[in-house]
């Protein structure tokens, strides 16, 4: 019943339909911001984490904005965290409950992980996100009526980093190779709902890359300060 929406499309298609970046099949999307201003957002999925203040600190000390996808639970664990985050002047979105992979379920079980973790983190913000990532970057039929019912915008990426396992030299050549006015970058600050994971690659590739990019003349911008012109 579930793979019927699939049906009538190749493997390749089908497989776009549901994680291609710009792939708007089955719950609408952004992957990129306007061209017209020199501007990047730097974005980070599955939050907060025992290493997130090592990632604000560098962030701060580049006057760098960015937007954060948290999991519910992991904000639950670490609400003191998830509000540094915030406080620190980031963007807060939704990155899903449990961070469970989209695909096959059900549309009630995508309302129940959107909703959950939408109820978590405005507890936690005292604020509802208004940004949402799905997990593995996998849209899924339900996911679209949630997205609505939650006042949720789906926000995908232009350059994904493979920070979880990529060595720093080569998470610097895709940030490198992916910098153009408007990227969003997907990078992580959790690793799904693992404690204190290693973000040490990932921080010594954005310690290259943050003073290359300023030096270019590129801002740094929340998601809704890049599409929206909102801080
Ligand atoms: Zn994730």
Not at 9 to 15: E, F, G, I, N, R
Not at 39 to 54: I, K, Y
Not at 86 to 107: E, K, V
Request: glycine share 8%; hydrophobic share 45%; charged share 20%.
């Amino acid at each position: 019943m579930l793979l019927l929406p699939l049906l009538p499309l190749s493997a390749a298609a089908a497989a776009w339909a549901v994680r291609g970046r710009s792939s708007q099949v089955f719950a609408p999307s952004v992957w990129r911001g306007p061209s017209s201003r020199r501007a990047v957002a730097l974005t980070f999925d599955d939050g907060p984490s025992e290493r997130t203040p090592e990632l604000l600190e560098l962030l701060a000390r580049h006057g760098a904005a960015a937007t954060f996808f948290q999991c519910g639970q992991n904000a639950a664990r670490l609400p003191d965290l998830a509000r540094a985050v915030a406080r620190a002047g980031h963007a807060i979105g939704n990155h899903t409950y449990s961070h469970p992979g989209l695909w096959l379920r059900s549309a009630a079980f995508i309302d129940d992980e959107v909703g959950r973790a939408q109820r978590a983190l405005t507890e936690i913000h005292s604020v509802a996100p208004h940004l949402f990532r799905a997990p593995y970057g996998v849209r899924w039929p339900g996911l679209a009526a949630a997205q609505r019912n939650h006042g949720l915008t789906s926000v995908m990426w232009s350059t994904m980093g493979r920070d979880w396992m990529a060595p720093a030299e080569e998470i610097a050549r895709r940030l490198d190779r992916g910098t153009r006015p408007g990227a969003i970058f997907c990078l992580h600050d959790g690793r799904v709902l693992t404690p204190n994971p290693d973000l040490a690659p990932l921080l010594a590739a954005l310690r290259t890359a943050l003073p290359r990019w300023r030096d270019a003349g590129y801002e740094f911008l929340t998601v809704p300060a890049l599409l929206w012109g909102k801080l």
